[in-house]
């Protein structure tokens, strides 16, 4: 398996508060040890709510059957040829046949992050840039995926602003519940992909976790 998993040393991250790895280093940690693969599609989006607010980006998370929320992707398991073959069959699982076309590669990887408890568990993370129209198509298809209702309860989009009064947004959506490390996950990515500004992203972070 190492070997069909093998590649180039990625990128490693740095926000977030646990270690972000590359994903040829989380290749290395061997058997034990279980990987899933979860990724944050977004698109650029023009529009401004209420006229006003510019909307910045379209991101794509989803509300899980536990009432928390995640990325879509799940586990890669054995039956899966690569990190990323079990990604995309994830993301067919999740999204719907929509997402065949997708295709996120070893490139599309932005850090793994791993946990010893309560399994040894590998997270590996992945972005991909999609148009508006693809996105909004995703959207549309996401009701025929084989999980949807079940382990899947419905896709929503990140509020990627911050309202007048300095909570409603982004600092509100983030005081919600977060399975593993999607919370840090998706804080890293606004970040490294340019879709919030640095300042404005801390702030909403720690407004969340002040409590609002
Ligand atoms: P099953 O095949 O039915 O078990 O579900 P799945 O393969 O879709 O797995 P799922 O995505 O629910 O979770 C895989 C592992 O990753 C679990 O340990 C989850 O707690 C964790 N997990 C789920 N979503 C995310 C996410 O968005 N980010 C991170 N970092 N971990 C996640
Ligand atoms: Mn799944
Ligand atoms: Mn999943
Ligand atoms: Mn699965
Ligand atoms: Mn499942
Ligand atoms: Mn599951």
């Avoid at 972005?127 to 693809?134: D, G, I, P, V, Y």
């Amino acid at each position: 398996r190492g070997g069909a998993w093998g590649g180039a040393p990625m990128e490693v991250a740095a926000m977030g508060e646990s270690r972000v790895v590359s994903r040829a280093e989380a290749l290395e940690l061997g058997p034990g040890w279980r990987h899933a693969c979860h990724a944050l599609l977004y698109a650029p989006c023009p529009g401004r709510l209420f006229g006003r607010v510019p909307l910045r980006h379209a991101v794509l998370m989803q509300m899980r059957f536990d009432g928390q929320l995640g990325f879509p992707g799940g586990f890669v398991d054995p039956r899966d040829s690569s990190l990323e073959a079990g990604l995309s069959r994830e993301l067919r699982e999740e999204l719907g046949p929509g997402a065949a076309p997708l295709s996120l590669a070893e490139g599309d990887h932005l850090g793994a992050r791993f946990a010893e408890t309560p399994q040894r568990l590998v997270a590996h993370f992945y972005a991909k840039r999609l148009s508006l129209e693809q996105l909004r198509a995703l959207e549309e298809g996401a009701t025929k995926a084989a999980d949807h209702g079940l382990e899947v309860l419905g896709l929503v989009r990140v509020p990627l602003y911050t309202l007048r009064d300095g909570v409603g947004g982004l600092p509100t959506f983030l005081s919600n519940s977060f399975v593993a490390s999607a919370r840090q996950q998706l804080l890293q990515a606004l970040g490294a992909l340019g879709l919030v500004p640095e300042a404005e992203l801390r702030r909403a972070d720690a407004v969340s976790r002040k409590g609002l």
